[in-house]
């Protein structure tokens, strides 16, 4: 994926091509077609978005819809990484009239909202508009335009076939205040001659090739990867486990010979045993104590 600026400054631009993490995505929670569509391009948005952040700052996109394919959610940062689950991945959606999949059937109407995490010690902030659309790209472009008052162009897109991914990506391209009015005009008709994405990215087009076709003075800023990053690992669940506490963590014991937890995003499936879980209570036992201890101290 690539950021850039382009009129003079005048538009930001960032491109991405998310093939390969859509790829990742499909083979990690085997969806459906359309829940697969619908992972893609919540993933490829938070690429997009991901690439207005800095540092470790990290956001997040959340569709909540009254389709079959329930809550949609992606997670992604401005390091290129993202991971994006749904809740009915295999929800059965019908076709359009033409015969193509429909994914504003699958999401339905609902709410779109935006989750910003800027500050590890700060609450996130959320915008939400009215999920109206559920193309995601448009319903974007109406969040940026409502929410944060900037006038964007979003496109994503996909190339889907039987045997999965052959090309997916998107852009966000955004006016800066002072931009010009006739140079706007003129990026419109220029995006409007742009071939579906799908086709674009699965054709062999580059991010850069992409800019090339609607830009003659664009200024690449930066340049990195797009990819399907969770940062799950057991250890991570074991900490989670003992934060549920002793009491808890002795009733899993007692209903589960063997605690299975699956991971929504990688789809792994991590696994705690009767002597695991004894540990797990001991260790919870050992921070309940310390808490009690420092409450004593305290008062």
């Given amino acids: 994926m690539l950021k850039a600026m382009a009129l003079g400054g005048q538009l930001r631009v960032i491109v ?9 995505l499909r083979k990690a929670q085997d969806p459906g077609p359309v ?34 394919l329930g809550e949609v959610y992606g997670i992604g940062d401005a390091q290129g990484h993202v991971r994006a689950t749904v809740a009915e991945a295999r929800a059965d959606v019908d076709l359009t009239g033409d015969g193509r999949l429909n994914l504003p059937k ?19 902030y959320r915008g939400v508009v009215p999920l109206v659309y559920g193309t995601v790209a448009d319903d974007l472009a109406e969040y940026l335009l409502q929410s944060e008052q900037v006038h964007s162009a979003v496109g994503i897109g996909e190339r889907l076939s039987a ?26 008709q220029r995006l409007s001659k742009l071939p579906p994405l799908g086709d ?6 580059t991010p ?27 250890e991570r669940y074991a900490r989670i486990l003992v934060g549920l506490g002793s ?16 991971d929504h995003f990688s789809g792994e499936v991590y696994t705690f045993n009767q002597e695991e879980l004894g540990a797990l209570i001991y260790g ?9 201890q420092q409450h004593a101290e305290e008062n």
């Fill in 200 to 205: 674009f990215f699965a054709d062999g087009g």
């Fill in 106 to 124: 699958g999401l339905g109407l609902g709410r779109f909202t935006v989750i910003k995490k800027l500050q590890a010690d700060a609450d996130a």
């Fill in 35 to 68: 829940g697969a569509m619908a992972l893609s391009r919540v993933a490829t948005a938070c690429l997009l978005l991901g690439a207005t952040l800095k540092g470790r700052q990290q956001i997040g996109v959340q569709i909540n819809g009254d389709g079959p």
């Fill in 284 to 292: 919870a036992k050992l921070n309940e104590a310390r808490w009690a």
């Fill in 163 to 188: 045997d999965g991914f052959e090309g997916a990506g998107g852009y966000l391209i955004q006016a800066l205040p002072g931009a010009d009015e006739e140079a706007l005009a003129e990026l419109e």
């Fill in 16 to 24: 991405v091509r998310s093939t390969e993490v859509a790829r990742a």
């Fill in 208 to 234: 850069d090739a992409l800019v090339e076709l609607l830009f003659d003075d664009a200024d690449v800023l930066q340049r990195y990867p797009a990819t399907f990053h969770v940062p799950a690992s057991r």
């Fill in 247 to 262: 009491a808890e963590l002795t009733k899993m014991k007692e209903e589960h010979e063997v605690l299975e937890i699956r």
